[in-house]
């Protein structure tokens, strides 16, 4: 009967065990956590395009001699891209670049008639693609945020321009921009700072310089620098987002404010206790002199007057450090306990066990000079009746 009630203790136990850990396992959460990484996304994902227009400033050999205002042209790109993480991406696409300058050749591929300062002006329009590789900082430095409002990539990149500017004839009638036959390579670098407008669209503003050369149209083969500003537009094609490990939703702990303020407590109670401590180690010792006691102390039984062998042997130890200090006086006094015997047995006691150790003092040596015998009906220790043993004695004090 025992062992069948312990069979289904046990198996009843196994069974609440195992609907604990099915409740618990049914209550666990997941979910995507983005701080934990990212994963690599497929080929078709992650796509974009960009459309942005703007202005163009050309920095060129002359440049200075024509007014700022007249400096500035029209710009404009076209772009497809695709984002291979949320830090890599790279884009693609048409750009359309604005130029005004000057040149000292009046022959020179777009040399018009005005001038300034002695200068022909030019104009010119370059079309060609582009290529950008791009780095999102923002992901990089503060890790990936799928929500975040503002974002700020640079990029770098290359491209080749085809020029495009007026022809004059010798009366200086145009017909309108026609292709030259030079080709502009660039190398270009930005910064995109890019708004979240929602999940699928932002805007930016794209800051910019492009380096060209070896375009004789532009006064005649100098290296030269374009700085440009877009505002752009973007549009995000599925998905748009980065697929993150999906980790355990871990629940909120509780609430230990109650704790912590009893161990905070307890630290302050630890901290003044440590300081009592220390103060009581390091308060100084008070230094008592303790009175000076009797040479010696010869002990009796009750009764009793006359030395044992053990005392004979003390008083001889005695009698020797007296005589070694042959100009101090010493007083013998004899004591008896006032709780047992008479007056008269206890003067005799006093009386003979003083005068017993005098003997035999003198007898070893002590001049009677140095000895002083006296009594004292006193009691030696007045410590109460069960002391009295320690008043039943002679003692040797060094006269002061």
């Known amino acids: 009967m025992k062992k069948a009630t312990i069979i289904a203790c046990a198996c009843a136990l196994a069974m609440g065990i195992a ?104 104009k010119y329009a370059e079309v060609g693609p582009v290529f950008d590789l791009m780095v999102n900082l923002t992901n990089w430095w503060c890790g990936y945020k799928p929500n975040r409002v503002y974002n700020a990539t640079v990029y770098a990149g290359a ?21 030259t036959s030079n080709t502009t390579m660039n190398l270009r670098a930005g910064l995109i700072n890019s708004f979240r407008i929602s999940e699928q669209m932002q805007i930016s503003l794209d800051l910019r310089a492009t380096g060209l050369s070896d375009v004789a149209a532009l006064a005649g083969n100098q290296k030269s620098v374009a700085l440009q500003a877009f505002l752009g537009f973007t549009y995000n094609f599925k998905n748009r987002e980065w697929v993150a490990p999906v980790v355990p939703i871990i629940p909120e702990p509780e609430n230990c404010d109650a704790l912590r303020a009893r161990l905070a407590a307890a630290d302050a109670r630890i901290a003044d206790l440590e300081q009592q401590l220390k103060d009581c180690l390091n308060r100084p010792v008070e230094t008592v002199a303790a009175p000076a006691g009797p040479l010696a102390t010869v002990y009796y039984p009750i009764g009793v007057s006359r030395l044992s062998r053990e005392n004979q042997r003390v008083v001889k130890a005695i009698a020797y450090v007296m005589t070694q200090n042959s ?64 008043d039943r004695a002679v003692t040797i004090e060094e006269n002061k």
Not at 54 to 61: D, E, I, L, T
Not at 106 to 119: E, F, T
Not at 374 to 384: A, P, Q, R, V
Request: glycine residues 12%.
């Open 327 to 390: 100009d101090k006086k010493y007083t013998v006094t004899g004591w008896a306990d006032n709780y047992t015997g008479t007056d008269n047995v206890n003067i005799r006691l006093r009386k003979n066990r003083a005068e017993g150790v005098a003997k035999l003092l003198k007898r070893n040596g002590v001049p009677e000079s140095q000895i002083t015998v006296t009594t004292n009906n006193g009691n030696l220790s007045d410590l109460g009746e069960k002391c009295v043993a320690l």
């Open 159 to 179: 491209g080749a321009y085809f020029p495009f500017t007026k022809h004059y004839d010798a009366r200086g009638n145009s017909d309108g921009y026609k292709h």
């Open 19 to 122: 609907a604990d850990a099915q409740e618990s396992a049914q209550e666990l959460q997941y979910q995507p956590d983005p701080s934990q990484g990212v994963l690599v996304n497929r080929m078709k994902d992650n796509w974009f395009i960009t459309a942005e227009g703007g202005a163009s400033f050309y920095v060129a050999p002359h440049g200075k001699e024509r007014a700022v205002a007249d400096r500035f042209m029209p710009a404009a790109s076209l772009y497809a891209g695709k984002w291979f993480s949320p830090v890599f991406g790279g884009r693609f696409g048409i750009s359309y670049l604005g130029l005004k300058g000057l040149t000292n050749n009046p022959n020179a591929v777009g040399a018009q008639r005005d001038m300034v300062n002695g200068y022909y002006k030019t």
